[in-house]
């Protein structure tokens, strides 16, 4: 049997990694990266020294076959991604998926958990959080509208990622469909130097964002709070 391990990365601070993640890491014979150079820092951090392999979103399906036939000779990999929990709005699941299908009787796929930016965010809003529904990246164009409007008839907390371009555009959109009152969370660069949790209705938060856009900079998680 060999193993694939799915080991959850800081997402920011280089502290946020468990025990076992490191040693799961020391122990892999080879890690499944995505940028390579991204987890080099946390590599030379820990000073783990392995073998990396690239595995990201555009990876060809020829590379995917040659990740298989890495586990199918009995090698132990440890698949990260550039910030948090492999599979989770990162590349990943697709590989899990064929590894399942395909050496389902000879792999042990193994979670290795740890953070990840949905979960922080939500710990943090105070907004109810005994079951949410997790968007990821909202689409650009096809299916956003009726995205919003499903947010707005939530009966639960509902979570998505946004990146730093299309943020204030979001938040107007909430704007035009949710009750006035409804709260909003914003937690922004979680973990890092410039971390912060912001809470208020939209109007509250576009008239701060707007004012401030030394804010509307990194990464961030958007929660709309259950009606
Ligand atoms: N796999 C990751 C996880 O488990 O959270 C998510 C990866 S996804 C490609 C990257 C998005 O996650 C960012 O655009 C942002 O929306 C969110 N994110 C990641 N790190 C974050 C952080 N430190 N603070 C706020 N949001 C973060």
């Known amino acids: 049997m060999s193993n694939l ?3 959850a990365t800081p997402i920011g601070n280089l502290e946020d990694i ?50 298989i036939e890495l586990l199918r000779e009995g090698k132990n990999l440890a698949l990260v991604s550039d910030a948090g929990t492999p599979a989770i709005s990162d590349p990943g699941s697709f590989l899990v998926s064929r590894v399942r299908r395909e050496l389902f009787d000879s ?10 930016a949905v979960v922080s965010a939500l710990s943090a809003s105070g907004f ?33 990622y946004e990146s730093p371009h299309r943020f204030l555009k979001s938040l107007e959109s909430l704007g035009s469909v949710l009750e006035s009152k409804r709260l909003i969370a914003i937690g922004r660069e979680l973990t890092k130097i410039y971390e912060e949790t912001r809470v208020g209705t939209t109007e509250e938060l576009l008239s701060f964002y707007s004012s401030n856009p030394d804010k509307v900079r990194g990464e961030f998680v958007v929660i709309v709070r259950a009606l």
């Open 5 to 7: 391990y799915i080991v």
């Open 18 to 67: 468990t025990f076992r993640a490191i040693e799961t890491l020391k122990s892999a014979d080879i890690i499944l990266c995505e940028d390579t150079r991204v987890t080099k820092k946390l590599l030379d951090r820990y000073s783990i020294v392995k073998p990396t392999i690239s595995y990201h979103s555009q990876s060809k399906l020829k590379k995917i076959d040659e990740i």
């Open 107 to 116: 792999v042990r796929i193994i979670p290795i958990p740890g953070p990840s």
């Open 128 to 160: 109810p959080a005994s079951d949410f529904l997790f968007l990821g990246f909202l689409p650009h164009k096809k299916g956003r509208q009726a995205l919003f409007e499903e947010i707005k008839n939530s009966k639960r907390t509902v979570v998505f």
